[in-house]
């Protein structure tokens, strides 16, 4: 079975400055989630998707982040602008059901903000 | 928040077992324990999660307390791929990961 993908791994872009991530699911896993993980800590979710409707997304900053799922397949995450702080890894999750069987995570996208 | 409570790090020696504590006092009776690991530069992995009973799969086996209130991962014959970080998690089924600090283990050859 095919696990998380995400893309990039890695990328550094400058302050102000805006940035994408892609992650593509595990087949037939109608939960999708985003995390963000700051270097030294545990992840952190930021948003939690259902098919393509949006769950939880009470973490998320939402001055400078968005996501969508649409068509409830492969979702976006992404920072307009992008600050210092944002740097982190960005990992992609997804589930069966809510929190439920299959809970995989992707490796992730580094991002580096200089 | 995260609920559960967890030594920094620890040291284990290759082919010895590797026994991680977790503290979570505040446990309700509908939460599971759950134990993902990180290696570097990776995702987090499912390792075990127990409600009551101890719980044994082909990576690991969780001890609970009979009162809940603390639990052990035992890896038990640690090898040097098994250095990573190592989270503890209680949680209620169909809620969100809550992740801490974790412990990071350092299995040493």
């Known amino acids: 079975e095919a696990g998380v993908a995400q893309s990039p791994r890695y990328k550094i872009i400058e302050k102000r400055q805006s940035v994408a991530f892609w992650c593509n699911p595990i087949s037939g896993h109608a939960t999708l989630y985003w995390y963000q993980q700051i270097l030294g800590q545990g992840p952190k979710l930021l948003i939690q998707f259902q098919n393509n409707g949006v769950v939880d997304d009470s973490q998320l900053p939402k001055d400078r982040f968005s996501a969508e799922r649409l068509k409830g397949v492969d979702s976006t995450l992404k920072i307009q602008p992008a600050k210092l702080e944002d740097s982190a890894v960005y990992l992609c999750?997804?589930?069966?059901?809510?929190?439920?069987?299959?809970?995989?995570f992707g490796s992730g996208t580094r991002l580096t903000v200089v | 928040d995260a609920k559960t409570t967890q030594p920094p790090s620890m040291d284990c020696a290759e082919g010895r077992a590797a026994n991680l504590p977790c503290n979570h006092s505040t446990i309700s009776g509908n939460e599971y324990v759950y134990w993902y690991r990180q290696i570097h530069s990776q995702g987090p992995q499912y390792i075990i999660h127990g409600l009551k009973n101890n719980e044994t799969n082909e990576m690991a086996s969780l001890i609970i307390t009979e009162d809940r209130k603390s639990s052990t991962l035992i890896l038990p014959h640690a090898t040097l791929r098994d250095t990573a970080v190592y989270y503890c998690i209680v949680r209620m089924g169909g809620n969100q990961f809550y992740f801490g600090t974790g412990t990071s283990l350092t299995v040493i050859p």
């Open positions: 999750a997804s589930s069966l059901a809510p929190g439920g069987y299959g809970y995989t």
